[in-house]
């Protein structure tokens, strides 16, 4: 079952962290949370905790893709768990993306974490199951 953990800001001005747990019975297709251009992707090698240890964020191998939109920068983190082996990105650097639109995937068991910058009100709430393409994480407040 696709669940949702919310780590709250410790500070106004702090980000607010989103995980998406995945089991290896759910899809895990990876979408874009906003849309706009892609500026940074780092892949980083690690170790295959299960997803849903809070290291697995640290210490995991993952693959962070930046995406700055319309005021606003949101970093997706695919992260591989103790039976994901393999993430797969279909995106680089300076590529635009348009909302919900595919960016990859990871096999098997995994975790995809969305850094939310303090400007956006999360709207999924802890124990939650999304869907990819259809349930909305949060809100940008203007």
């Not at 640290?58 to 695919?78: F, H, Y």
Request: aromatic content about 4%; some cysteine; overall charge positive.
């Amino acid at each position: 079952m696709t669940r949702v953990s919310v780590l709250a800001p410790a500070q106004k001005a702090s980000a607010t962290l989103v995980s998406i747990f995945l089991s290896p019975l759910d899809v895990h297709i990876n979408r874009a949370p906003i849309a706009g251009k892609i500026t940074d992707v780092s892949y980083t090698r690690g170790k295959f905790l299960m997803a849903t240890d809070e290291r697995a964020s640290l210490v995991n191998e993952q693959n962070a893709l930046t995406i700055e939109g319309d005021g606003l920068t949101v970093v997706c983190k695919q992260i591989a768990g103790i039976l994901a082996r393999r993430i797969v990105c279909w995106k680089h650097k300076d590529d635009t993306v348009a909302l919900g639109e595919r960016i990859g995937l990871i096999k098997f068991s995994s975790r995809t974490d969305l850094v939310l910058p303090e400007n956006v009100e999360v709207l999924v709430r802890e124990g939650m199951k999304v869907q990819g393409g259809t349930t909305i994480i949060g809100r940008i407040r203007r």
